[in-house]
Nanobody, 119 residues
Framework: QVQLEESGGGLAQTGGSLRLACTAS????????MGWYRQAPGKQRELVGL???????NTEGPMKGRFTVSRDNARNRVYLQMNDLKPEDTAVYYC?????????????WGQGTQVTVSP
């Protein structure tokens, strides 16, 4: 069984930084793209950024220039470095990964980690 476990969430002040990590565990053949999404109260889940298994990364919209997605393939881990945090970044952050188990390829999600940014 594949599991994704996030860590590193918590409380930060405006202008501060946090680094999230997400580690994939279990038995699988391959991890393709990994990424981060977030969901603020009362809003739909939105894409934060994605990274391919070759390291090509992209961050979306208002997060661009402040957030950076990276990964460590040897540790089956993806990171989200968040700088210059703003109160509107407050959300539950979820990692996901495109994982091949046997001959089946599917998206897996972590349980989410809360990030709260105070004014």
């Amino acid at each position: 069984q594949v599991q994704l476990e996030e860590s590193g969430g918590g409380l930060a002040q405006t202008g501060g930084s946090l680094r999230l990590a997400c580690t994939a565990s279990g038995s699988f053949a391959k991890i393709s793209a990994m990424g981060w999404y977030r969901q603020a109260p009362g809003k739909q889940r939105e894409l934060v950024g994605l990274i391919t298994n070759s390291g090509s990364a992209n961050t979306e919209g208002p997060m661009k220039g402040r957030f950076t997605v990276s990964r460590d393939n040897a540790r089956n881990r993806v990171y989200l470095q968040m700088n210059d945090l703003k109160p509107e970044d407050t959300a539950v952050y979820y990692c996901n990964a495109d994982i091949t188990v046997g001959f089946t390829r599917s998206l897996h999600w972590g349980q989410g980690t809360q990030v709260t940014v105070s004014p």
